[in-house]
């Protein structure tokens, strides 16, 4: 294995790994600016400070990037369009949408049969006021069911386009779950981050090209997978902070560990995911990003505003510890009492000036209107990691609970519910070794904790592989076919009774992506097919298929000591 | 926030048949409109995930017989889960109301258990109502029973229980499938008038059908003042549906919800899968989650016109009457082989129409002024004269009818070696939640 690059982007840092055969052979840190603006820069600066020589070597340059989750929830994304296809149904203001949006006529049933045609001439109108106003936006088209049938978005688009020439759009099928609402505002939200994720993407790929560097260069998602930054749609690329958290996991964890909680805690956020028999659990819904819910495939992750520069008040003797930091903590040079501080005095970390820490502790002490002697700082200091101990084992409880609370819809899964296990956990990033103590202690449960803790996420990116599956959705009575994941759409003309086809069509299509991604086969992870007898008066018709293979997400090789 | 809550168990894995009515297809086009709509992603929804119902639990409704091992019970039991996980969050005041969309249904199946009949193994509701009881001591539940069939096996486990009204309504008997229900049946010697059937005409349409609701069934619950009302939802009176003809709309469905006001819905039958159960399951749901349904609307509408309004009120007037002259009439009889006490006894048989045979009962009810009374029921399978027995002895017994229950027991259970023995005695003492059941091979087993 030649040379691989990670750089993950982080609220805190900025990390960057070199990884040589599986050994990190360099690593940097830069701090990441409050001012997004400054994210390529920073980037570049991360991937600069490797001191590369070899830069012909690199096979693989992987970026995990916070661009699109700011962007969102910072509301920085370009004005969009959004055009739905509601049809007959729940009310469209049931649920709240965070967006204005327009409703157009049109129908379709659950099967994808058309109930009610399109109107032209409403989008032509619309079409036509777009030109007029001279404004040409982006356009995100969703139908209810589209899912099914994307026969009706399509001719929208090709009508839109028609008469309103060079207007951008998505087409809400791509995202291919039956979830109408959900599937409307993933639609928007990748329509509306286009053009800032393809600027960066642009801007990127030149720049790294500018210093030399031939390998392609991938992004990770939400998902855990990688893909080339070019292919990659851009909402999928939310969250990868916690994905890497997980892969990073996956990398420095040893060979024998094979299920196991994952708790990366950094300067602002802890992130913690679930580990399945060597496999990252992946969410069974998608995920919500502020005030969106979206149909974006992401790991069962939970992100806490919790970190090692959280800040820290004491009041009437109660420990609060905040959603926020205020720069570096105390005994760094910071201006507040953080978490860090705590260990710092308590010597269970090697940086930070102890002297500093405790003067923050007292100030803490003294300002609360207590005592402020070594006694009490010294119980202020464990109190401190004990609270954030808890609110950490309080998410990775419900974390555990969403998985072992699935829905279940067969007989099958409700006779064997999953494992009551108390998993092991495995601690990374940089305040990690301050609390292996407390946590063992509070949870009751195995804690590990790798060499290389703070650079777990960079490494998880560099080592991450392309991740995928391909779920089959087939009604051979109305004669279609889908795929959840990519939205691909198509007629089937095999047999009304597919046992063995369907597994033929899913093993083409999952072929050709495991070569398209030089990946081996053996790797597949195959589920069994459901078929559903479909039946038209007391004669079956066909059957309707349903059924998922998965390359899961994972490292290539390990990280050594 | 008022929580809605959903159980959604379509057992996709379980048929009684690939092309039975009762498939894996069944609620399969439902999964798609709700999860399509994103009903799940509405504030007030909470999804709920089923378990298995203890056999406690199935007991202290039911009696299977000659023992519950007999019997193929592993989706039913999931299905009856489901309700009582449902109860619980509603009785913990988790969730304000919730609908359990489960298969298989269980409204046709009664006190005793034989087999399989209408698609109906083991009674959700009636298993939930008498867990509800026993576990947080309610004792005034109303259950109404929205099926186009009669619910006959709810009835039949609640007819001499005074705690329980029971109301069905339902496409007139003569016409269709289980052929009861019928305005005479009031319930027995103890609690009669607590069971009230309304068998309607064919056509009977949403306007006809809410009619009903406003003005005979609801007035009549609110006299109750229920502590629960269940509704047994099922989607059968639907216009499109195969079996019966009742006209009646999703939106129909919806305001029907909305009227009952249910805490707990419980799927029962309809096999419209494809043109009534997408939307009419919206409906319901909507409507229990305090959500405008009115735009629910099926692709096609109804193709026969409903019946005349005029005509159907005088329908409902003549009903109403016929209802209210039927007057109680049992007489009272020693009877020496049960303690030579005073019974009231009746005979009737139970056809378990997917198996095809034949059920004889032989049915004794303790009169009693100061509780439900304890019930006895023999039954056998004709021409086998082998009995099996259910002594049930009441919620909140008196003591002179949880002794003859308690004495029965013993009687039955010792005379056992003797020629007309039975075969099975289950014990259902719900008075002081002590479910036996003793088997001539195993002795008792105490659920
Ligand atoms: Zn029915
Ligand atoms: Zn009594």
Redesign the interface.
Known sequence: MALRIGIDVGGTFTDAVLVDNGVIAAATKVSTPADVNTLLPTVLEALEALRVTDITQVEQITVSTTLMTNAILQNRLTKSELYLIPG????LD??PWPVPYQAFKG?L???GRE?EALDPADIEQQARRLTREGSLPCAAIVG??S??NNAQELTFDQILRKNAPGIQTTLGHRWGG?????RALTAYLNMAGQELFAAFASELTRAIREKGYEAPVYVLKADGGVLPLEEVRPVDTIYSGPAASVLGALALAEETADSYLVIDVGGTTTDMGLVLGQVPLLSAKGAKIGGF?TQIRSLAVRSLPLGGDSVVELRRGAVEIQPYREGTPYCLGGPKLTPTDAMCYLQIIDFGDPKKAEEALMEQLRADGGAAAEAEARGLAQDILKAMTKKILAAMTDLEKEWR?E??????Q??HPQRREQFPIWLSGGPAPGLVRELSEQSRRAVKISRQAGFANAAGAALARPAFSRTLHMDTVVGRYRIEETGEQGAWQGSKRARGEAERLIEEIMRKETIKRELEPDDWQKDEF?Y????DG???AGQ?VRGSWSMPSGIIGRVKR | MKKTALM???????SLG??HPE???RL??T???L?????M??PQIV?L????APLQAVCRAQALFPGPEAHDL??HR?AA?SALVMGDAWAKKEIHNGFALVRPPGHHAGAVVRGNRGFCTLNNEAILINHLRSRYGYQRIAVIDTDVHHGDGTQNIFYHDPQVLFISLHQDGRTLYPGSGFAEEKGGPNAWGQTLNIPLPPGTGDEGYHYILENWVLPRVQAFQPQVIINSAGQDNHYSDPLARMNVTARGYGKITELLQPHIAVLEGGYSI?SAL?YVN?AIL?ALAG??YS???E?KGPQRAPVQFEAFKRYYQELRSQEEKAKANWTKRRVASLLDQEWVSDAYSVYYDTEGFQEARQEYIRPCAHCGGTVVIMSKLPPDETVSTLIRIPFQACDPCAQTGLELWQLLTEKSGAKHGSEAVLLQNQNSDEILLWQRAKGVTRF
Request: aromatic residues 18%; charged residues 30%; glycine residues 4%.
């Open positions: 007959y149904g729940m009310k049931a649920l129908q049933d659950f099967r109930v209810k069911f899912h099914r039956a979830n109408f609402y959900r819910l609370e829905p279940a819809y067969k007989i099958w409700v006779l459901d559903f007898p479909v039946v007391y004669r079956m309707i | 959604f168990f379509p057992a996709f894995d379980w690939e092309t498939r894996e297809e399969l086009y999964q798609e409109q999860f399509e709509e994103g009903v992603d509405l999804q995930n089923p378990t298995v592993e989706a999931i889960g494809e997408p919206l909507l959500e405008d735009q629910v609307r692709p």
